[in-house]
């Protein structure tokens, strides 16, 4: 081994793509761990999840982003400009698309905001598994006449087919540099944070059409008690009365039933016992509202 092959090299990559491509299916599945939220909902992601991927002399801090499309509140400015500002602080981008759907306006739309950017830009072609191999090669000519990729990897999360071909990839064209995390952190998100999105996300699998948009989670309180349970409390927004019922659901079963999920995995993800009280408030409109976007750990958009 050359001394060169004994350097360290670490940086950031985001991944970007439309909504809906498998951007967190693909992380968690990268990582070993789940550290977004995933649904069936487009846009399931909002802010930006950082996951941390360690490898031989390398590490990896993944920016999973939300998915690009056009903002129609504040909310949506916030969860745009949050990505962008991914793109203006990694070393490389992962541009996911999904081989079962066609090549679209949405696709350019963001392959044009890329096309400036002086970082290499890998086209990772998921969800291999939904069609057959002649067709994921058809795909990969009509992508690279109208990008230049620096590589392209077709890859399913699912299977697992070509995700370590993929961070080989991703490692090759990382730049000399220092350890982010230490080895045993896989993100950086606060514990608070990780729970709001674990109870969104509970609530996105039981709910559908326009009520899966209008919840938003925040952790008003997260403390541990003289009886050694963690006590948190989230409060779940909505925009109107009908859809507090339906989270509500018949006799409380709906939020019951996410909430006992929810409570599960949170005990599994801090390691001890946990009581989690579900209030749902209606607050009409509540994606322009800059206080409570404040509040979601959005940044208020300038």
């Keep these: 081994m050359t001394e060169t092959d004994k350097k360290f090299h670490s940086g950031f990559a985001a991944l970007v793509g439309?909504?809906?491509?498998?951007?967190?299916?693909?992380?968690?599945?990268?990582?070993?761990?789940?550290?977004?939220?995933?649904?069936?909902?487009?846009?399931?992601t909002r802010n930006k999840i950082t996951g941390v991927w360690n490898g031989d002399n390398s590490q990896v801090v993944f920016l999973d982003t939300p998915g690009m499309h056009k903002p129609q509140s504040k909310l949506g400015e916030a969860i745009r400009?949050?990505?962008?500002?991914?793109?203006?602080?990694?070393?490389?981008?992962?541009?996911?698309?999904?081989?079962?759907?066609?090549?679209?306006?949405?696709?350019?739309?963001?392959?044009?905001?890329?096309?400036?950017?002086?970082?290499?830009?890998?086209?990772?072609?998921?969800?291999?598994d939904l069609i057959s191999k002649e067709d994921v090669l058809k795909k990969i000519v009509q992508y690279s006449k109208i990008y230049p990729f620096a590589e392209i990897i077709p890859l399913s999360a699912k299977t697992g087919e070509n995700l370590d071909e993929l961070m080989k990839c991703v490692v090759k064209y990382l730049p000399e540099g220092p350890k982010y995390f230490p080895d045993d952190m896989v993100t950086d998100q606060p514990e608070r944070n990780i729970v709001q999105e674990i109870v969104r996300e509970k609530l996105l699998t039981r709910t559908r059409d326009e009520v899966p948009h209008a919840i938003g989670v925040y952790t008003e309180e997260f403390s541990e008690r003289e009886n050694g349970k963690v006590y948190i409390r989230c409060t779940i927004y909505v925009e109107r009365d009908s859809?507090?019922?339906?989270?509500?659901?018949?006799?409380g079963s709906v939020i019951k039933?996410?909430?006992?999920?929810?409570?599960?995995?949170?005990?599994?993800?801090?390691?001890?016992?946990?009581?989690?009280?579900?209030?749902?408030?209606?607050?009409?409109?509540?994606k322009n509202k800059d206080y409570i976007l404040r509040e979601l750990g959005y940044k208020e958009h300038k």
């Design 81 to 128: 400009q949050s990505t962008m500002d991914a793109l203006d602080e990694v070393d490389l981008i992962l541009f996911l698309c999904a081989v079962n759907d066609p090549l679209g306006a949405g696709d350019r739309y963001i392959l044009s905001l890329l096309k400036d950017r002086k970082v290499p830009v890998i086209l990772a072609l998921s969800k291999t």
């Design 18 to 44: 439309r909504p809906n491509v498998g951007k967190s299916t693909l992380m968690n599945a990268l990582l070993g761990e789940k550290i977004s939220i995933v649904s069936a909902h487009a846009q399931t």
């Design 243 to 251: 859809q507090k019922r339906i989270i509500i659901g018949k006799k």
């Design 257 to 286: 039933a996410a909430g006992q999920e929810a409570r599960e995995e949170i005990q599994s993800l801090i390691g001890a016992p946990v009581f989690l009280d579900l209030w749902v408030k209606v607050s009409k409109d509540w």
